[in-house]
């Protein structure tokens, strides 16, 4: 870390012991010409992306309105409910009172937005509280449906039947009396582990609380939980220290790049990134056409196999002629200090960057609050009652609706998408590339965030939830300009991906 920093493209020297710098393969004209395809695809890609979030957002509204979905494993009702139920069976076993587990489960009614959703606060009642509790909650849910079914975005006449059907069933249940098998089949088919979960009142009362202890996980569940919210707040004070030390150091002149930009002039690595998002348009365009003739699951296993075929698109320097070391030491595929050296600081550099990363999921959450704000005050500028929530509350992970649709072969499909495809391939592209490029000709922070919004709009994200994705794009091309090797952005970007599929996957096995 001896070199002298250059941020400045305007200079023509190269950090002290390197070579000089030296335009990339190519030319401007065909430079010009990767521009003129890159722009507007990258813009259809977007748009494509956020139009598949609608329809997804759309479809999924539309299957709550129009039958009762099952719970799935990541939406924030679901969750945030089994971490209260296993937090009250600890609290039972501290000596907890009556008054206290109340508060867990007021806790548990305010988060319940849709009828769905009250129906199965209601089997939470019964678990914490008592039979007459859950009865109380049951009546007013079967209010909400009601309700739900006269609007005209409301539930369908089929979903609020179900609905109905389940109440009757679960009152049954909290009454003392006994349902038929079809009904209780019908219970766990709908609502998960909250119909197991009223299905407990089957079971003789002393072994009641141990049934349904079993059901949600009891203290292992919260022990998972707690285990892994402690590594992370570990995670982010880590970060946070390595963060100010990192500016000292930059601010000092400590901590220079490794990173020895191209001169002005080449084109072979914006042409990469120009010949991947068109080869990326071409798989979704195919994957839909796929969607229409094959059915799910097989589609969407399709369609996820099909990215693979994108790993050859990130050498296309090699492709048209550039020598293969010439490539691998341009795109910063080399560890000149060693390659556990530059996996030690692709780890200390992704912690120093999630202060960054904290931003961005900030500024997410301000874009959301405000949108739905806005819409609030349209509604009662319309003179509108607003329309009722009937889908779960809060964003899905798009793993956890994975795990949900296709079970555990969809989630291993998509973990080695983000945990191998994605380090390995968006690294390549999108920081050695069309950073390597950028940065021959803008200051560095420039080239990172450029590359990091192309970054965040290829995903498939609401666009007010893109900011932690964008945030990862800085981060990844802050490691690229510190590091000179790509192997700290790969190792970063993996070990990000690799936490969040591990998680799913760990919640999953202990539920």
């Not at 910063?332 to 904290?358: D, K, S």
């Not at 990172?448 to 919004?453: D, E, Q, R, Y």
Request: include cysteine.
């Amino acid at each position: 870390m001896d070199e002298q920093m250059q941020t400045d493209p305007s200079l023509p020297a190269a950090p002290q012991g390197a070579p000089p710098r030296r335009p990339d393969p190519g030319s401007r004209t065909v430079a010009l010409l990767a521009w003129l395809i890159l722009v507007p695809v990258v813009l259809v890609v977007a748009g494509l992306q956020q139009c598949s979030v609608v329809v997804a957002t759309q479809r999924a509204d539309a299957s709550a309105r129009s039958t009762v979905p099952p719970p799935a494993p990541g939406d924030a009702f679901t969750l945030s409910t089994r971490i209260m139920l296993a937090g009250a069976s600890v609290l039972e076993d501290l000596g907890a009172t009556p008054g206290q587990i109340g508060q867990v489960q007021e806790s548990v009614d305010q988060s319940a937005v849709s009828p769905t959703e009250r129906v199965r606060a209601a089997a939470v009642a019964g678990r914490l509280l008592d039979a007459d509790a859950a009865r109380e909650r049951l009546e007013q849910a079967a209010e909400a449906v009601l309700a739900a079914q006269m609007h005209e975005n409301g539930l369908s006449d089929e979903a609020g039947a179900q609905l109905l059907n389940d109440i009757d069933a679960m009152d049954r249940l909290y009454a003392g009396e006994t349902i038929a098998d079809a009904e209780a089949a019908a219970l766990v088919d709908r609502h998960g582990l909250f119909g197991e979960l009223a299905l407990t009142q089957r079971v003789p009362e002393a072994d009641r609380a141990e049934a349904a202890r079993a059901v949600v996980g009891g203290a292992v569940f919260l022990l998972v939980f707690i285990g892994f919210g402690g590594l992370v707040l570990a995670a982010l004070v880590t970060g946070f220290v390595l963060f100010i030390v990192g500016c000292v150091m930059l601010g000092s002149g400590r901590l220079r790049s490794r990173f020895v930009p191209p001169a002005p002039g080449g084109s072979m690595h914006l042409e990469t990134m120009a010949a991947f998002v068109v080869a990326f348009l071409l798989l979704q365009v195919v994957g839909g056409l796929v969607g229409l003739v094959v059915a799910d699951p097989a589609a969407t296993f399709i369609a996820l196999g099909m990215q693979w075929l994108l790993v050859p698109v990130a050498a296309w320097p090699v492709m048209r002629g550039v020598p293969w070391r010439e490539w691998r030491e341009q795109v910063g595929l080399v560890a000149p200090r060693g390659v556990l050296r530059e996996v030690g600081a692709g780890f200390v550099g992704y912690l120093a960057g999630l202060p960054i990363l904290v931003l961005g999921a900030a500024v997410s959450m301000v874009l959301l609050f405000a949108r739905e704000f806005v819409r609030g005050l349209q509604q009662a500028a319309e003179g509108g009652a607003a329309e009722p929530v009937v889908g779960p509350s809060g964003p899905v992970n798009p793993m956890f609706e994975m795990l949900g649709a296709h079970g555990v072969a969809g989630l291993i499909m998509f973990g080695l998408l983000a945990t191998v495809w994605a380090p390995l391939v968006e690294e390549l592209v999108l920081r050695g590339a069309l950073y390597r490029h950028l940065r021959g000709r803008l200051h560095w922070i420039v080239a990172g965030v450029f590359s990091a919004l192309i970054f965040g709009v290829l995903h498939q994200y609401d666009v007010v939830l893109l900011g932690p994705v964008i945030a990862l794009g800085v981060i990844f091309a802050m490691l690229r300009e510190w590091r000179g090797s790509l192997i700290a952005a790969i190792t970063g970007h993996a070990l990000h991906n690799g936490t969040i599929v591990a998680l799913i996957a760990v919640l999953v096995g202990v539920g």
